[in-house]
C-alpha cells in the first residue's frame, strides 16, 4: 500500500499569515494517463470532511484562492496565504492513483 | 445540491452484522463511482471500498475484504455497505462518498461486547 506521510503534525497559525503542510507518498502518484490524483481535504471540527484540492493543484468550487496545492511525483504541498479562522481543523492528503486508496494522517491546524 | 445520507449504524456486538446505507439525491447516481470512507473516533480517515458507477468493479481496504461488501441499487439511489464479522476495531464514523468526493454525515457503528 501506499504510505502518505504528513508533517507537521501540528501547526499553530497567526491570523493572517501563511501556512503550508507537507505530504509525501512512498510510490510516485503519477497514473498511467499522465495525471496525478492527490487531494486535499479539510475537517472542521465536528463536520465531514470536504474537498480542497484535486489533481495537486486545482481548487474544488467555492474554495477560496487563498489555498493552492503544488508538487509531484512524491512530494506535495499544500498553502494557506493568509489564514483565516474558518481555516481551523485538519487536513489530509490523500492519494487517488493506486488502490487501495490511502491518506495521510492528518494535520491539525489551529489558531496561536 | 448533492446530498449524501447515510443510515444504519447502531451498537452490535463483535461477530455480529450489520447493513449501512446511503441514500443519493441531486445528481444521477448510476453516473458515479461511489466510496465508504471510515474514521475511528478521535483518528484519521482510512478509505474502505469502492464500487464502479455501474457495479462491475469493487476494491476494498484489506482491513475489510471478505468481510464487507459494497453494493448499490441505482434504482433506488442507494449504496450499501454489507458489514459482517465485526469486530472491535470496526468501529468508527461511516461515510458514503461519491468520486468527486462530496461526503454526507456519516453514521456511527460501534461494535462492543
Known amino acids: 500500500d501506499v504510505v502518505m506521510t504528513q508533517s507537521p503534525l501540528s501547526l499553530p497559525v497567526t491570523l493572517g499569515q501563511p501556512a503550508s503542510i507537507s505530504c509525501r507518498s512512498n510510490?510516485?502518484?503519477?497514473?498511467?494517463?499522465?495525471?496525478?490524483?492527490l487531494n486535499w481535504f479539510l475537517q472542521r471540527p465536528g463536520q465531514s470532511p470536504r474537498r480542497l484540492i484535486y489533481k495537486v493543484s486545482n481548487r474544488n468550487s467555492g474554495v477560496p484562492d487563498r489555498f493552492s496545492g503544488s508538487g509531484s511525483g512524491t512530494d506535495f504541498t499544500l498553502r494557506i496565504s493568509r489564514v483565516e479562522a474558518e481555516d481551523v481543523g485538519v487536513y489530509y492528503c490523500?492519494?487517488?492513483?493506486?488502490?487501495?486508496?490511502?491518506f495521510g494522517g492528518g494535520t491539525k491546524v489551529e489558531i496561536k | 445540491q448533492v446530498h449524501l445520507v447515510e443510515s444504519g449504524g447502531g451498537v452490535v456486538q463483535p461477530g455480529r452484522s450489520l447493513r449501512l446505507s446511503c441514500a443519493a439525491s441531486g445528481f444521477t447516481l448510476s453516473s458515479h463511482g461511489m466510496h465508504w470512507v471510515r474514521q475511528a473516533p478521535g483518528k484519521g480517515l482510512e478509505w474502505v471500498a469502492v464500487?464502479?458507477?455501474?457495479?462491475?468493479?469493487?476494491y476494498y481496504a484489506d482491513s475489510v475484504k471478505g468481510r464487507f461488501t459494497i453494493s448499490r441499487d441505482n434504482s433506488k439511489n442507494t449504496l450499501y455497505l454489507q458489514m459482517n464479522s465485526l469486530r472491535v476495531e470496526d468501529t468508527a464514523v461511516y461515510y458514503c462518498?461519491?468520486?468527486?468526493?462530496?461526503w454526507g454525515q456519516g453514521t456511527l457503528v460501534t461494535v462492543s461486547s
Open positions: 462518498t461519491r468520486d468527486r468526493w462530496d
Open positions: 464500487i464502479w458507477h455501474d457495479g462491475s468493479n469493487k
Open positions: 490523500m492519494q487517488g492513483t493506486h488502490w487501495p486508496l490511502t
Open positions: 510510490q510516485s502518484l503519477v497514473y498511467s494517463d499522465g495525471n496525478t490524483y
